[in-house]
């Protein structure tokens, strides 16, 4: 069996080790799925994230009991931690399907290693950001309503609110990516099938591979589905996110009603979505020892898209400075007031240092080949988009025209056990599809080996 050369032996921008053989990446990712014994470091992982996730259901249960009540909105902030999170988690779910879909028809070849957990990562996102407006809805027992069926009650959705434009849009990019994760497995689960020495392993995979027998048909198919919904994918990543900044823009709030939120919320989603994608890649591939398969380079290119994202993210908020002055509205002047010297201020100059100032260290070719460098930045970005939706939300809402609504908010405990609750559950879900499914596309990891032969050919010239 060949050797395969250690992470410091690669060359610059190559994308995957040479002296890898089809046997090779495939015991290697498959011994992953297929180990008798799971580690105790996925255990360590696993049970925080469950217990977190417990932590949620407790919430939801005394939210269902008591009511949004027990959550800190008010009179002046209506929204709080619910859209908050809700629009940080819709965010993180970009850079999946960006990966998966856009890089793909782009014919982006470094995708590959980091395509399948990334489009994990985009259902898990999804799925706890779907938790929010559902239970903010007060009656999430009566979710259908936002639905157009047929009713003797004649009761139909309210098109011109942009809620029910999320809802669609969220929904539909739920499916997609779903389908397009799904199809993306089926090859991977016939290999798992056919080298399962259990038979609840062979059964179980052989129901998800749904007959593959890797037939000249079934490729057809297969790359003719996974392209049509590669195209069905890739304007969701700029409907989706547009559609959630309409939840302000629409608006006549001050610091809402602009044209500039759309272009400027789609490059933040993708911004905090390749920053998780950082922040799981690099511990992960530690972990497993997939050094050969996720690359310095591919952290490099990821550093780059974070960067370029990053720039167009602090140029949105130049933009929001200078319009709010250009207008000479007395309203917009007042919001960017008391966002520099109001008593949020500091959320303010916090989320300026961790998504403007701290990436700028990107620039240097050193740190963005030094792992452990990007994995806290990529931390840092994460906080500081949170704090981006914070300060967008709350500083917007808690002093508005009237003087006398004014008011201060903050997060109550359960406020911050329903976002920790989803962190776990998120983090429940990864371990437990890290452990069952292949977290490397095991058959595109194949294609890439004639360009690892084409590298080592070079090397062994004189």
């Given at each position: 069996?060949?050797?395969?050369?250690?992470?410091?032996?690669?060359?610059e921008?190559?994308?995957i080790?040479?002296?890898?053989?089809?046997?090779?990446?495939?015991?290697?990712?498959?011994?992953?799925?297929?180990?008798?014994?799971?580690?105790?470091?996925?255990?360590?992982?696993?049970?925080?994230?469950?217990?977190?996730?417990?932590?949620?259901?407790?919430?939801?249960?005394?939210l269902?009991?008591?009511?949004?009540?027990?959550w800190?909105?008010?009179?002046?902030?209506?929204?709080?931690?619910?859209?908050?999170?809700?629009?940080?988690?819709?965010?993180i779910?970009?850079?999946?399907?960006?990966?998966?879909?856009?890089?793909?028809l782009?014919?982006?070849?470094?995708?590959?290693?980091?395509?399948?957990?990334?489009?994990?990562?985009?259902?898990f996102?999804?799925?706890?950001?779907?938790?929010?407006?559902?239970?903010?809805?007060?009656?999430?027992?009566?979710?259908?309503?936002?639905?157009?069926?047929?009713?003797?009650?004649?009761?139909?959705?309210?098109?011109?609110?942009?809620?029910?434009?999320?809802?669609?849009?969220?929904?539909?990019?739920?499916?997609?990516?779903?389908?397009f994760?799904?199809?993306?497995?089926?090859?991977?689960m016939?290999t798992?099938?056919?080298?399962?020495?259990?038979?609840?392993?062979?059964?179980?995979?052989?129901?998800l591979?749904?007959?593959?027998?890797?037939?000249?048909?079934?490729?057809?198919?297969?790359?003719?589905?996974?392209?049509?919904?590669?195209?069905?994918?890739?304007?969701?990543?700029?409907?989706?996110?547009?559609?959630?900044?309409?939840?302000?823009?629409?608006?006549?709030?001050?610091g809402?009603?602009?044209?500039?939120?759309?272009?400027?919320?789609?490059?933040?989603?993708?911004?905090?979505?390749?920053?998780?994608?950082?922040?799981l890649?690099?511990?992960?591939?530690?972990?497993?020892?997939?050094?050969?398969?996720?690359?310095?380079?591919?952290?490099?290119?990821?550093?780059r898209?974070?960067?370029?994202?990053g720039?167009?993210?602090?140029?949105g908020?130049?933009?929001?400075?200078?319009?709010?002055?250009?207008?000479?509205?007395?309203?917009?002047?007042?919001?960017?007031?008391?966002?520099?010297?109001?008593p949020?201020?500091?959320f303010?100059y916090?989320?300026?240092?961790?998504?403007?100032?701290?990436?700028?260290?990107?620039w240097?070719?050193?740190?963005?080949?030094?792992?452990?460098?990007?994995?806290v930045?990529?931390?840092?970005?994460n906080?500081g988009?949170?704090?981006?939706?914070?300060?967008?939300?709350?500083?917007?809402?808690?002093?508005?025209?009237?003087?006398?609504?004014?008011?201060?908010?903050?997060?109550t405990?359960?406020?911050?056990?329903?976002?920790?609750?989803?962190?776990?559950l998120?983090?429940?879900?990864?371990?437990?599809?890290?452990?069952?499914?292949?977290?490397?596309?095991?058959?595109?990891?194949r294609?890439?080996?004639?360009?690892?032969?084409?590298?080592?050919?070079?090397?062994?010239?004189?």
């Amino acid at each position: 069996m060949a050797q395969a050369p250690s992470q410091s032996e690669l060359q610059e921008g190559q994308i995957i080790a040479p002296g890898h053989s089809f046997g090779t990446i495939t015991d290697k990712i498959g011994s992953i799925v297929q180990a008798r014994r799971t580690p105790k470091r996925w255990w360590t992982g696993f049970l925080i994230g469950f217990t977190l996730m417990m932590l949620l259901f407790l919430t939801i249960g005394n939210l269902l009991a008591r009511g949004i009540g027990i959550w800190g909105n008010n009179a002046p902030v209506g929204w709080g931690f619910d859209i908050v999170n809700f629009v940080w988690w819709i965010g993180i779910g970009h850079a999946g399907t960006l990966i998966s879909a856009i890089l793909l028809l782009l014919r982006q070849r470094w995708r590959t290693s980091i395509n399948r957990f990334a489009e994990a990562m985009t259902l898990f996102a999804v799925a706890c950001a779907g938790l929010y407006p559902l239970f903010h809805m007060g009656r999430p027992w009566f979710f259908y309503w936002l639905l157009p069926y047929p009713n003797t009650m004649e009761l139909w959705p309210q098109w011109r609110s942009p809620l029910i434009w999320d809802v669609f849009a969220v929904t539909t990019y739920a499916t997609v990516s779903l389908l397009f994760w799904f199809i993306g497995l089926i090859p991977d689960m016939a290999t798992l099938r056919d080298r399962s020495k259990w038979w609840i392993g062979r059964v179980f995979y052989g129901i998800l591979a749904m007959g593959w027998r890797g037939s000249a048909v079934h490729w057809h198919r297969y790359e003719t589905a996974y392209l049509l919904l590669a195209g069905l994918a890739t304007p969701l990543v700029v409907s989706v996110h547009t559609v959630v900044s309409f939840d302000f823009a629409v608006s006549i709030v001050p610091g809402w009603h602009v044209t500039i939120f759309p272009p400027y919320f789609v490059a933040g989603a993708i911004y905090s979505g390749f920053a998780m994608v950082l922040t799981l890649a690099i511990p992960l591939r530690k972990m497993y020892k997939l050094e050969d398969f996720i690359t310095d380079t591919h952290l490099d290119y990821m550093a780059r898209i974070m960067l370029t994202t990053g720039l167009m993210v602090a140029y949105g908020y130049g933009i929001e400075l200078f319009m709010a002055w250009y207008s000479g509205n007395v309203y917009e002047k007042g919001l960017i007031a008391n966002r520099l010297i109001g008593p949020y201020r500091w959320f303010f100059y916090a989320l300026i240092a961790c998504n403007v100032v701290a990436p700028q260290l990107l620039w240097f070719k050193k740190v963005r080949y030094s792992p452990w460098t990007l994995f806290v930045l990529s931390l840092i970005v994460n906080l500081g988009m949170w704090l981006e939706r914070y300060v967008i939300i709350v500083v917007s809402l808690h002093r508005d025209y009237l003087p006398s609504s004014w008011g201060m908010y903050s997060g109550t405990g359960w406020d911050w056990s329903m976002y920790l609750g989803t962190i776990g559950l998120f983090f429940a879900c990864l371990f437990l599809f890290i452990r069952f499914l292949p977290v490397i596309s095991i058959f595109e990891m194949r294609t890439l080996l004639p360009e690892a032969h084409v590298h080592t050919e070079k090397e062994a010239k004189p």
